[in-house]
C-alpha cells in the first residue's frame, strides 16, 4: 500500500543522546515536512524539503537537522535530545504546492 | 509565514446536533486545505478550497472559502460520534527556500451520543 512509513512507532530517549527519526515514501512526492504536534500547539513545521537535494527551516528548527539525499527518504536527526523535545513527530508528503499531504503514523518520543 | 487563527478551540455537542469551525487570515489566500485528525491517529486530508467564494461539499461536511479569501469554514451537519476529532485548516507559506503548510491549531470536536 503506497503511503508514509515512520519509524520508531515510539521511543524513550535519554537527554544527550543522539536519534534519528526515520520516514520513507513510496509515492514519488517530491516534497516531504516534518512536524511536532503538542497539545494545545497543534502542527508545527520543523523542517521541510520541496525536492531532492534541497531543504528549509520551518518554524521550530533548532535543535534538529535533515537531509534529503534522495526522493523516499526524509530522516529528522536531533543531535543532543533535551525534555522539550518530548512530542509527537509526523512526516508528512506531498505532489506539490496544489496537492493535499500524506501523514504517517507518527513517532511518539519521550525525551527524560 | 502566514498564520492562520482557528476557532473555536473545542466544541461539545449531542449526536445529531450541527457544529462550525472557522478559520481566519489577515491575508489574502491563495488556497486552503482542512484536515481531520482522529484521537490517537495522523491528519487525513479532506479537501482544498482555491476559488473565492467556493462551496464544496462531501456527505454532511460543508466547506467555504470566503468571498475575500481571508476566512474559510467548515460545517457538519448532524454530528455522528465518527465525526470525533480535531479538524485543522492550513495554508501554503511561501519563502526563499520553498513552500509548506502552516496548520490553524485545530478544533477538536467531541460528540456524546
Known amino acids: 500500500i503506497a503511503g508514509i512509513t515512520q519509524a520508531p512507532t515510539s521511543q524513550i530517549l535519554a537527554a544527550g543522546r543522539r536519534m534519528t527519526l526515520r520516514c520513507t515514501q513510496d509515492?514519488?512526492?517530491?516534497?516531504m515536512y516534518w512536524y511536532r504536534q503538542d497539545l494545545g500547539l497543534g502542527l508545527r513545521l520543523i523542517h521541510y524539503?520541496?525536492?531532492?537535494?534541497?531543504?528549509g527551516k520551518g518554524e521550530v528548527p533548532d535543535g534538529y537537522s535533515v537531509s534529503r539525499a534522495n526522493t523516499d527518504d526524509f530522516p529528522l536527526t536531533l543531535a543532543s535530545a533535551v525534555p522539550s523535545q518530548t512530542s509527537v513527530y509526523f512526516c508528512?508528503?506531498?505532489?506539490?504546492?496544489?496537492?493535499?499531504?500524506?501523514f504517517g503514523s507518527g513517532t511518539r518520543l519521550t525525551v527524560v | 509565514g502566514q498564520q492562520v487563527m482557528q476557532i473555536p478551540q473545542y466544541q461539545h455537542v449531542q449526536e445529531g446536533e450541527d457544529f462550525t469551525t472557522y478559520c481566519n487570515s489577515s491575508?489574502?489566500?491563495?488556497?486552503i486545505q482542512w484536515y481531520k485528525q482522529r484521537p490517537g491517529g495522523h491528519p487525513v486530508f479532506l479537501i482544498q478550497?482555491?476559488?473565492?467564494?467556493e462551496v464544496k461539499k462531501q456527505k454532511r461536511l460543508t466547506f467555504q472559502f470566503g468571498e475575500a479569501k481571508k476566512n474559510s469554514s467548515l460545517h457538519i451537519t448532524a454530528t455522528q460520534t465518527t465525526d470525533v476529532g480535531t479538524y485543522f485548516c492550513?495554508?501554503?507559506?511561501?519563502?526563499?527556500?520553498?513552500?509548506?503548510?502552516?496548520f490553524g491549531k485545530g478544533t477538536s470536536l467531541l460528540v456524546t451520543p
Open positions: 491575508t489574502t489566500l491563495s488556497n
Open positions: 492550513s495554508i501554503i507559506s511561501n519563502s526563499n527556500s520553498g513552500y509548506a503548510l502552516n
Open positions: 509515492m514519488r512526492h517530491n516534497a
Open positions: 508528512a508528503s506531498s505532489g506539490g504546492p496544489t496537492y493535499g499531504y500524506t
Open positions: 478550497l482555491v476559488k473565492s467564494g
Open positions: 524539503s520541496n525536492t531532492a537535494g534541497t531543504t
